[in-house]
């Protein structure tokens, strides 16, 4: 967008995360509506120096907030980009998995990367030692068992594949070696991600408790997989023993649907058409047929790398249009 519109840049890093780590740490304060104050405040400053027309926009996370400071002050900034960001209803969304199952790619694809998961349960016997070696020259700590991260890295791994768009004809074949196997496993599906606490323990905390997040699903892989249910894995997996009891708290959520349907702003959603998290983004549910500004647009086969700039030519141009149209009025 800077590009694009010859825009000075001002980078907010989100409370709580990064460099923005308090110590000592208290999560209480790491609340939504605190970061659209934080917002609000170098908005409200800045803007005694900067008169000219704002854009507020985030990736993913970023996307979210974007969503949520526009809900929220509405009249803090002129335009608001979102890309890819999803919109959860609880800790386990629901819409991921059917989603991943039944909807995403081809019928093809989909009963690939279902065999692909099969084979890597069966070869758990041969691998779980090379897995569990790896994790510990990693340095990964987990709050489960290293059996019982190798079964959730299997069933992270269809998420993972499609929301970063790796092809499906990267996946091995049935005759390929332990060590090719292995080694896609670990590409894909990386283990650190089930450590604790590792980096992205902010957002975790913050799933729990507002953002929401997604469930994962055994269909097709009972008989091969060791876990019977995932249902509370973020809070047993992801997050310390002092913060697993955290309680997700719907309000956000509802308060931005409500805002979204009832107005009007001028605000550019983007979504890639395989990524999951698209399966909970506004792109399912929010009809702007009738709506003069917002827009949803979904790009064809676009993974959680779709961008204003990677989009097809016609629509890309039409989606810079709209924007340059608004900064003008």
Known sequence: LCRLFNANLVFCEYRYFSESVPSPCNWDYMTVDNSLLDLHNVRQTLGELFTGKWISTGISKGGQTTMFYRATFPDDVDVSVSYVAPLNKNVEDGRHEPFLYKKVGTPEERATILNAQREILKRKPQLISKFEDYCTDKGYKYN????????????????????????????????????????????????????????????????????????YSTKGLEDVCDLKSTKGYLNKLMLPKELSNIKFDKSLYKRTVKFLKKNDPTHIFIYGEIDPWTASGVAGWLDCSKKENMRVYVQPRGSHTARIGNMPENTKNEIIGIITNWLKN
């Open 144 to 215: 489960a068992s290293i059996g019982e991260i190798y079964d959730y890295c299997v069933l992270e791994y269809p998420f993972a594949l499609w929301q970063w768009g790796t092809p499906v004809s990267t996946i091995p074949s049935a005759d390929s070696s332990n060590d090719v196997w292995f080694a896609h496993f670990i590409k894909t599906s990386s283990p650190d991600y089930f450590s604790c606490p590792n980096q992205y323990l902010p957002f975790f905390v913050q799933a729990a408790r507002e953002l929401g997040y997604y469930g």
